[in-house]
């Protein structure tokens, strides 16, 4: 008996205004510093209805900044060329007419296209995956648990460097971040869901630090423990039960640093 697909569902991110960014950013820059326009179209006034491109390009080739609508079916991937950054807007688009693509081997979650209908608005949070909004929430957190970590070494400096030291080793000994967050979020399709939150985890924290009046190394190694935090949130659903990659996870959301490590010997 054949089972239904699932539908798949279009993707495309906004500005925070509604305005699609350009898929180039760099003709983009070149474009205004020349005093060319760069044209958009603004997905909010036009929810519900169909939206030919205005000034298409070259089918699929980046030839301008904005030459067609770029499309994604797997939104932990939408922010990898956001290069204005967060916040977004994210949108559930139809596309119409002719679609391609830069090549499906590499780029299978891309789609292009010169006619879409802006179905609705949907949750900005999708565009980290579907456990973005566990991860959003644990960003929020970040400025007040970053000055309690910063706190935390002010009052005991030497104990807490030592902790901090020891577990920075086995993250970096592990590859906990670079290589097992890093590969498991390719291969799940939220590598830059990833990499945004890894951004946004580590401005968060190291602003908030800063702040306080933390030293340099306080501060880098509260920015690694956010980004950590953010990597495990973001890819907890992909941690099997097995003793190794448990402890994985207590490396990334940072079990122990609350500890002092011992004094050596």
Known sequence: MAHNARPVVHYMATRADGTVPPTDEHLA?????????VTTVNLADHIGQVIDHPSPGQKWYTDRPFGYFHMYTRPGEILERIEEGWPIRLWIVEPLG???NWGGRDYPYWLMSQQIRVVEETEAWRAFGHRGEQVLAAIAELPDLARQWAEQWAADPESTRRTYKAWEKRVDDTHALTQWAYWRAHYSRRAAGLHAANQLAGHA????ATDTGAEPHAVALIRLRARCLAAGQLMSDRIRNGEYEQSIRDLLLGAGLETPAPVPA
Not at 29 to 37: I, K, N, T
């Open 29 to 37: 820059r070149y474009a205004r510093e020349h005093g060319e326009p």
């Open 98 to 100: 002719e679609t391609g």
């Open 205 to 208: 924290a190291g602003q908030a």
